[in-house]
T-cell receptor, first 111, second 114 residues
Framework: EAQVTQNPRYLITVTGKKLTVTCSQN?????MSWYRQDPGLGLRQIYY???????DKGDVPEGYKVSRKEKRNFPLILESPSPNQTSLYFC??????????FGDGTRLSIL | AQTVTQSQPEMSVQEAETVTLSCTYD???????LFWYKQPPSRQMILVIR??????QNATENRFSVNFQKAAKSFSLKISDSQLGDAAMYFC???????????FGTGTSLTVIP
């Protein structure tokens, strides 16, 4: 089954404690992306990757890091999380101009 | 950066009736893709419909169709014969054919009244 898998689904943590949200896709897609969703703001792109070792900033990259060492994986790293990064996060992948496949989301709360 | 505007934060429709959700976008590009995604309370993002800008024909998927007006930069979604399961947040999205970023609108929350 074609899917994008994010883990964890829910996480409550404290300010400053490094965390990683993993994302994996099994469709051999070249393009992968991270979004955050906040009420009234829709989805905003954090980072995206066109292929292995190729990543670029989206609209809201501050406070986040990503890496793309393998085609299937695209983890999102918060080195020093802060409360303003409390949000719902989505990973997505696609091929070319095709629609993106989304993961089920990660609800992140930073106290 | 491109912008996508959904001017209706909330909409409601009677079951079995038709509703249209609006979306406008700002771009200087001639070739791009437009999408409508549905997000039910389960928060999954589900593709509803896709339109390529070079195609003049409006996309249709069963009860869902779009009115794509390229010159006006408008991309509205029409839902016919609305069902209770259509209740969700709907997002309009844009991606250029050459660029790598996706841009989403702020969403329209659709309520279906039995």
């Amino acid at each position: 089954e074609a899917q994008v898998t994010q883990n964890p689904r829910y996480l409550i943590t404290v300010t400053g404690k490094k965390l990683t949200v993993t994302c994996s896709q099994n469709m051999n897609h070249e393009y992968m992306s991270w979004y955050r969703q906040d009420p009234g703001l829709g989805l905003r792109q954090i980072y995206y990757s066109m292929n292995v070792e190729v990543t670029d900033k989206g609209d809201v990259p501050e406070g986040y890091k990503v890496s793309r060492k393998e085609k299937r994986n695209f983890p999102l790293i918060l080195e020093s999380p802060s409360p303003n990064q409390t949000s719902l996060y989505f990973c997505a992948s696609s091929f070319g101009g095709q629609p993106q496949h989304f993961g089920d989301g990660t609800r992140l709360s930073i106290l | 950066a491109q912008t996508v505007t959904q001017s209706q934060p909330e909409m409601s429709v009677q079951e079995a009736e038709t509703v249209t959700l609006s979306c406008t976008y700002d771009t200087s590009e001639s070739d791009y893709y437009l999408f409508w995604y549905k997000q039910p309370p389960s928060r999954q993002m589900i593709l509803v419909i896709r339109q390529e800008a070079y195609k003049q024909q409006n996309a249709t998927e069963n009860r869902f169709s779009v009115n794509f007006q390229k010159a006006a930069k408008s991309f509205s979604l029409k839902i016919s014969d609305s069902q209770l399961g259509d209740a969700a947040m709907y997002f309009c999205a844009y991606r250029s054919s050459t660029g790598n970023q996706f841009y989403f609108g702020t969403g329209t929350s659709l309520t279906v009244i039995p």
